[in-house]
């Protein structure tokens, strides 16, 4: 199983040149893990806790050990910003070139629920954003891999229209998302939302797009995996997919 995730362990992050403070996740969907196990021909049974964390430590510096191999075979192309997301998206395009099988990498980006003061903090973390999204593209793009890759962002929440009177925003309705890649459409899908006071419902942004289709779309047109089972009924799907 080849797998990083925040563990408690920085320096597992660290020797790989990512940031455990950002999370970065890489799952590779060709294997997977149990908390099973077999004895003899008899039924499974449920591990004792201390097999389970004895078994998990002994996968963590296994899948280590291999990510460290396959992050050694390709180099970047491009310098990337010094944050920590621009520091885990350039151990993603490593791990892509090195040909790592994972099918889907992780990346977080905390810090975006601004309910006071947002001005500054927003302005810093939008620029963080793009700044290591632009360098990831680029260097993708430098190594070939650029038509392989699509590049989603999402949020749990949205901003409310209205400033709050700590001057921030409170979690609102709806959210833009992004999509980038070598083979996405460019432009605006969906709607372009009115701020308007009159359109707004309840003070929020009204939403265009089930974030529900964009995953359909994703899953089915890039992943080829039905999307029915996983989101739980049928979605309409965003042309964004070139």
Known sequence: MERMEAMGSETYYRQLGGS???GMQAHDTHSGASIRGLTGSGP?????PLDFLER???EAMSSGDRIREVSARSRNLIAYPASRLAT???LVARLIAGGLRTRIYYVS???FDTHAHQLPTHQ?????LGDATRAFLTDLKAMSHLDRVVLMTFS????RVQENANEGTDHGAAAPLFI????VRPGIHGVTPSLAPGNLLNGDVRYSTDFRSVFSTLLEGWLRTPAAPILGGDFERVNFLA
Request: glycine share 20%; net charge negative.
């Open 20 to 22: 455990p403070e950002a």
């Open 56 to 58: 998990t430590a002994a």
């Open 180 to 183: 980038a890649g070598g083979r």
């Open 156 to 159: 749990e929440f949205g901003r």
């Open 44 to 48: 499974a049974q449920l591990d004792s």
């Open 109 to 111: 980006h905390g810090g």
């Open 124 to 128: 810093r973390l939008l620029g963080e």
């Open 88 to 90: 885990d998206l350039k």
